[in-house]
């Protein structure tokens, strides 16, 4: 069984700058692509950057082209989302996915492995 562990969420002020991780446990890192979701309240669960199993294609939601980043290191089974200038509108809970079948990065329903989340919020 995959366990995903998020870390790194926080409160912090519009124009700042917060690093996401994700620490994955009891499978194949490697072999999985992984996405980062956020949902806010009220709202739908919406990618926020994906990146394959070897790196070699990264999406990003088009709110967050320029100031995120999806990075991954699978000798530590670990996958960062690095924020900047980050804004009120990026206030929601984020979450790590990981997918086996290298489906759509964009539809949540291709992730078969969640973790729990982590808050952000920014405040103006």
């Known amino acids: 069984q995959v366990q995903l562990a998020e870390s790194g969420g926080g409160l912090v002020q519009a124009g700042d700058s917060l690093r996401l991780s994700c620490a994955a446990s009891?499978?194949?890192?490697?072999?999985?692509?992984m996405g980062w979701f956020r949902q806010a309240p009220g709202k739908e669960r919406e990618l926020v950057a994906a990146i394959t199993w070897t790196g070699g294609r990264i999406d990003y939601g088009d709110t967050v082209k320029g100031r995120f980043t999806i990075s991954r290191d699978n000798a530590k089974n670990t996958v960062h989302l690095q924020m900047h200038n980050l804004e009120p509108e990026d206030t929601a809970v984020y979450y790590c996915a990981a997918q086996i079948y290298s489906l759509s990065p964009y539809a949540s329903r291709n992730y078969k492995y969640w973790g729990q989340g982590t808050q952000v919020t920014v405040s103006s």
């Open positions: 009891g499978g194949s890192f490697s072999t999985y692509d």
